[in-house]
Each structure stands twice: as structure tokens, then as C-alpha cells.
């Protein structure tokens, strides 16, 4: 059974720093792995979506990596900012498109 | 223009009671889904439905039941409403489900259930 662990839990920084979120699975036989954001009371956003041949992909000030032998994935967020407060997810997906969610890393970056 | 879109937004009732909730994409995607956010804001998938076909049912109790009227719309029946049945609930569409690859899934905005 599929199992998706993200560390930190929580992760407060102040404005400017470059920080990293982890995101570990247990099952590689993955298609694809899938970062969100989640706003407080709002739906998920998809941030970057990594097939399982690729081993990274990057969308402005933020680049996701994707190692599937270990099981890895680390989302990189350059330069944060206050708007980037946010609950960061990740989820894996395999058989029949299913997504398998961590439990989320909540963001708080202070200006 | 809203590409997936749930109604109610927020819920109230009390145990007992049956409700619905309806989701609809504007996507032309072939595949729907039901995700629950439970109180510790942890994402499970409940259902998944490809051209109107149910793929997946991950053990959910058999008062939830999916209605698939045509490959745009998704509802979700439940009857004899719990206190731990309270969550979010969040609809999703995705081009395809088949095998040999993933597909993008793009989220609603969460139906609030709250039973009193």
C-alpha cells in the first residue's frame, strides 16, 4: 500500500530565504508525481506535475525534483515570498490515475 | 470561466438525513473523481469514474453513492448522514485514466459538509 510522508510539518521563514519541502514514498511504481498548493478554506492548485521518467521540472521560482529509486521528491522554492503561505501537498499517482496524498507541509512566510 | 465547479459550496444538516453534492467540468475531460479532506486536513480519494464507468472505489461506505449522469457531471449521493461524515469534499477531472501513463487532475473548490 502506497504510502506518501511529508517533512516539515510546519515550516515558518522569513521573506527572501530559499527553502526546500520533502516528500518521501514507499511504492516506486509510480506514473507521476504531482505538487499542490492549498489556500486556507480554497481547492488544491497544481503547481508541477513530474512523469515518472523525468527527474525534475520548474515553473518560475520553483523546481521539483523526483527520485524514484529512493522514493524522493523536494520541492524547491527560491526566494520566498509572503503570497507563498500556503499548505504545500504532494501526491504520487498510480494505477487508475489515483492520487495517493501526504499529509502536507504548511508554509508561513513572514514579510 | 470555472473549469471544475461543485455545488453546494458549504453544507449543513443534521445525522440522518440524505444529501447530495454535484460536481461539473467544462474540460471535456473523460475522468471525474471524489476526494475527502477529513478534519486533519488529510486527502483521500473515495471514487473515480471514467465515461460515465466507476474505476475506483476506495471502501467507502455504501452510503456514498457516485451518479454519473454523463461524462461531465459527477454527483455524490450520501444517505443517513454521520458526525464523522463532517469534511471537505473535493471534486476532480482528468483528461483519461488509462493505463501506461498519468493524467493531470484538476481540482474544485471543496464542498464544506458539516453534520450537527
Known amino acids: 500500500k502506497q504510502e506518501v510522508t511529508q517533512i516539515p510539518a510546519a515550516l515558518s521563514v522569513p521573506e527572501g530565504e530559499n527553502l526546500v519541502l520533502n516528500c518521501s514514498f514507499t511504492?516506486?511504481?509510480?506514473?507521476?508525481l504531482q505538487w499542490f498548493r492549498q489556500d486556507p478554506g480554497k481547492g488544491l492548485t497544481s503547481l508541477l506535475l513530474?512523469?515518472?521518467?523525468?527527474r525534475e521540472q520548474t515553473s518560475g521560482r520553483l523546481n521539483a525534483s523526483l527520485d524514484k529509486s529512493s522514493g524522493r521528491s523536494t520541492l524547491y522554492i527560491a526566494a520566498s515570498q509572503p503570497g507563498d503561505s500556503a499548505t504545500y501537498l504532494c501526491?504520487?499517482?498510480?494505477?487508475?490515475?489515483?492520487?495517493?496524498f501526504g499529509a502536507g507541509t504548511i508554509l508561513r512566510v513572514k514579510s | 470561466d470555472t473549469a471544475v465547479s461543485q455545488t453546494p459550496k458549504y453544507l449543513v444538516t443534521q445525522m440522518g438525513n440524505d444529501k447530495s453534492i454535484k460536481c461539473e467540468q467544462n474540460?471535456?475531460?473523460?475522468?471525474m473523481y471524489w476526494y475527502k479532506q477529513d478534519s486533519k486536513k488529510f486527502l483521500k480519494i473515495m471514487f473515480s469514474?471514467?465515461?460515465?464507468?466507476l474505476i475506483i472505489n476506495e471502501t467507502v461506505p455504501n452510503r456514498f453513492s457516485p451518479k454519473s449522469p454523463d461524462k461531465a457531471h459527477l454527483n455524490l449521493h450520501i444517505n443517513s448522514l454521520e458526525l464523522g461524515d463532517s469534511a471537505v469534499y473535493f471534486c476532480?477531472?482528468?483528461?483519461?485514466w488509462g493505463t501506461g501513463r498519468s493524467w493531470e487532475q484538476y481540482f474544485g473548490p471543496g464542498t464544506r459538509l458539516t453534520v450537527t
Open positions: 469514474y471514467n465515461n460515465k464507468e
Open positions: 511504492d516506486s511504481a509510480i506514473y507521476n
Open positions: 513530474i512523469q515518472s521518467s523525468q
Open positions: 501526491a504520487v499517482v498510480g494505477y487508475g490515475n489515483k492520487l495517493v
Open positions: 474540460l471535456g475531460h473523460d475522468t
Open positions: 476532480a477531472s482528468s483528461q483519461s
